[in-house]
Each structure stands twice: as structure tokens, then as C-alpha cells.
């Protein structure tokens, strides 16, 4: 079975800094999402990033950028120019193209605080 | 704007009556909802697999009876939660994919107390 390991429970960064939440992940499978997700108080699941296992190239959304190393199953979110709005629960999710139904494998989360 | 809603977003009942909450995919179909649970603090874990005609495909441990689910149409799955106790109390998300192998939308979630 696959898992997701996410071993930061919490991180703080300072306003405008920027912050590297890790990811690894185990599986036997060659063609898999990878998805960062951001629960904030609110707690609505927000999309933050989704990379494809088959592209080499790194994802970018905005502030937000991966560093997605294949070989190593490693998914870490970099997030540039911290913004107070960043604080949130932030997950690290893997899923398998083949499996059935598609399901969402969840890392255990990482609280992000930023500071002002 | 959102793609997946939840209604109730908040319910208090007492124990020993059920509940049930609805998950709706908005603009668009949905052949499989997910049903997670998320305690504070915590992960979202997986309760079920719910697939419209057929029956539901539960995580172990997942207590089948206790929590019905029904993938009614192609945009509405809904879960009910069977004689709940005070244990039972937490937050309920549900989720949806769009499109064929595309990213998962959440709902809003649901708060259950069970008094």
C-alpha cells in the first residue's frame, strides 16, 4: 500500500520569507498524481498544487513550486514570499492513476505559521 | 467558485437519532464521491468510496451499518450517520473527482456534535 510521510508537524516562517514543507511517499507505481493540499481555519481543502509523475519539469503555481525528485520519492512545497494568508494546514497527498475509485492517500499535515 | 457543496454545514443532535448530509458536485457529474472524517488537528482519513449504482466500497474498520451511504444520482452522494453517539461527533468532507483522471474537489465539510 502506499504511503505519505509529511515529517513536520509544525513549520513558522516570517512574513515575505520562504518555506520548504517536506514530502516523501513509497509506492511501486510508475504513474502516480502528487498533490499539495492547504486546509486553513476555515478548514476547506484548497488545491495548492498537482504534479504529474511522468513530467520531469517541476510545477509552479504562483509563490507556490515543488521540487519533485522521482527517484528519490521525495515531494517538497516551497512557498516564496510568505503571506499571512499562507497560514494554514498544509497536506501532501498521492494518488494512483491505475488503482480503483481514484482514492487520495494523505499525509499526516503540517501546520504552517507565519509570522508578522 | 466552489464545485462541491455540503449541506448541512454544521448540525448538533442528540444521541441516538440519525443524521444525514449531503454532498453535491455543482456543474458537473460525478460518478465517485469520497467520504472522509478529520478529527482536529488530524489527517482527513477515508470512511468509504461512494459509486453511483453500486454499493458504497468501505475502508476497513468503517463501520458499514453505522455509516449508510448513497450515491443517488450523478451529482449527489449523501451519508448518514445511523444512531450516533458522542463519539461519532467530527468533521465530515466529502469529495469529488472532475473529470476523468483530474484533481479532487472537496466540500466545505460538515460539523457533527452528537449531545
Known amino acids: 500500500a502506499q504511503t505519505v510521510t509529511q515529517s513536520q508537524p509544525e513549520m513558522s516562517v516570517q512574513e515575505a520569507e520562504t518555506v520548504t514543507l517536506s514530502c516523501t511517499y513509497d509506492?511501486?507505481?510508475?504513474?502516480?498524481?502528487l498533490f499539495w493540499y492547504k486546509q486553513p481555519p476555515s478548514r476547506q481543502m484548497i488545491l495548492v498544487i498537482r504534479q504529474e509523475a511522468y513530467k520531469q519539469q517541476n510545477a509552479t503555481e504562483n509563490r507556490f513550486s515543488v521540487n519533485f525528485q522521482k527517484a528519490a520519492k521525495s515531494f517538497s512545497l516551497k512557498i516564496s514570499d510568505s503571506q499571512l494568508g499562507d497560514a494554514a494546514m498544509y497536506f501532501c497527498?498521492?494518488?494512483?492513476?491505475?488503482?480503483?475509485?481514484?482514492?487520495?492517500?494523505f499525509g499526516a499535515g503540517t501546520i504552517l505559521r507565519v509570522k508578522s | 467558485g466552489a464545485v462541491v457543496s455540503q449541506h448541512p454545514s454544521w448540525v448538533i443532535c442528540k444521541s441516538g437519532t440519525s443524521v444525514k448530509i449531503e454532498c453535491r458536485s455543482l456543474d458537473f457529474q460525478a460518478t465517485t464521491m469520497f467520504w472522509y472524517r478529520q478529527f482536529p488537528k488530524q489527517s482527513l482519513m477515508l470512511m468509504a468510496t461512494?459509486?453511483?449504482?453500486?454499493?458504497?466500497?468501505?475502508e476497513q474498520g468503517v463501520e458499514k451499518d453505522k455509516f449508510l451511504i448513497n450515491h443517488a444520482s450523478l451529482t449527489l452522494s449523501t451519508l448518514t450517520v445511523t444512531s450516533a453517539h458522542p463519539e461519532d461527533s467530527s468533521f465530515y468532507i466529502c469529495?469529488?473527482?472532475?473529470?476523468?483522471?483530474?484533481?479532487?474537489?472537496f466540500g466545505p465539510g460538515t460539523r457533527l456534535l452528537v449531545l
Open positions: 461512494s459509486n453511483e449504482g453500486s454499493k458504497a466500497t468501505y
Open positions: 497527498a498521492y494518488r494512483n492513476i491505475m488503482e480503483y475509485g481514484n482514492k487520495l492517500v
Open positions: 509506492t511501486s507505481e510508475s504513474d502516480y498524481y
Open positions: 469529495s469529488a473527482p472532475r473529470g476523468g483522471r483530474e484533481t479532487q474537489y
